[in-house]
């Protein structure tokens, strides 16, 4: 990398991959002694405003490239395991083939089991980046506890008191997340069922409820069990079909291969 002197700037030209607005997406034009700003033609603003300010619901960087066809079903060790990988597989297959029109009915699925890493995370995630490369539709990944995160820091440094109202910012991220067009969210359960946190997902809920939006959710709590106001259980009740996960872990499966290889290249088998 050359590095420019003087002006402060490291890049070398060829580092942007709009030279005109230099990634910025706007450029300025001199015109009767007056500078304007111009919208570039290669449309950076635009993906960003399709991107949307939800910068925290990235799908995480484990899962990228993962599809619903490359998703193993005969790695799991019981024939029953085997069974219910393979229904979830060809639900979420079928599920995407006919996305277009399922999307009216605005529907998504409940991924749970009571076992940590049977593989609802990596399924949720495929379907959503299926959903991405097929249609081109945005759909966005966030953990419960992200979702929470991200509210609490919209807070401020002010205590919140009920009663005040929402702060502008606060109501925006919510609108933001209530609009992204299909969201998973990851792990519905392990949060802690207090008040503010029963409000926020009802509103989250209940207005992508409203508006159709697609959720896909994963827990390791059948929907019965979430110790959620009813009001929220009630709506994931009405957007989200249930499936039932194998009571295996896949990521133990791989941990124990892992190990075992290791071994066998240390013991030079
Ligand atoms: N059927 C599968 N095919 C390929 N890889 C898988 C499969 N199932 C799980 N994995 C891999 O195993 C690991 C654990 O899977 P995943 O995170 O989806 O489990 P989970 O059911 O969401 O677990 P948790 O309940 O802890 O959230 C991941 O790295 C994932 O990519
Ligand atoms: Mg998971
Ligand atoms: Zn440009």
Not at 147 to 162: A, F, H, M
Request: aromatic share 8%; net charge neutral; charged share 30%.
């Amino acid at each position: 990398m050359k590095h420019l002197h003087d002006s402060g700037e490291t890049t070398t030209k060829t580092e942007y991959k709009c030279q005109k607005c230099r990634d910025t997406g706007y450029y300025e034009i001199e015109k009767d002694g007056y500078t304007f700003s111009h919208e570039c033609e290669c449309g950076k603003v635009q993906r960003d405003r399709l991107a949307g300010r939800l910068k925290f619901a990235t799908i995480p960087k484990e899962f990228e490239g993962q599809t619903v066809d490359n998703f193993l079903t005969d790695c799991y060790s019981t024939p029953q395991s085997r069974e219910l990988a393979k229904l979830a597989k060809q639900l979420a297959s079928r599920y995407v083939e006919q996305f277009q029109e399922i999307r009216e009915t605005g529907k998504g699925f409940y991924f749970h089991s009571g076992v940590k890493g049977s593989g609802k995370t990596r399924l949720a995630v495929s379907i959503a980046n299926d959903i991405i490369t097929r249609y081109m539709i945005g759909a966005k990944f966030a953990t419960t506890i992200q979702i929470l995160d991200q509210i609490k820091s919209t807070w401020g440094e002010k205590p919140k008191e009920r009663g005040e109202g929402e702060p502008v910012s606060e109501r925006r991220l919510i609108d933001d997340i209530i609009s992204v067009p299909v969201l998973v969210i990851d792990d519905i359960g392990v949060e802690r069922p207090k008040d503010w946190v029963n409000e926020r997902f009802y509103n989250i809920l209940n207005g992508r409820m409203i508006e159709k939006r697609i959720t896909i959710f994963t827990s390791n709590y059948r929907i019965s069990e979430l110790q959620l106001d009813d009001r929220i259980v009630n709506r994931i009740e009405k957007m989200a079909l249930p499936i039932e996960f194998p009571a295996e872990s896949i990521r133990s499966a791989i941990a124990r291969k892992e190990n075992s290889d290791l071994l066998d290249r240390l013991l030079g088998v």
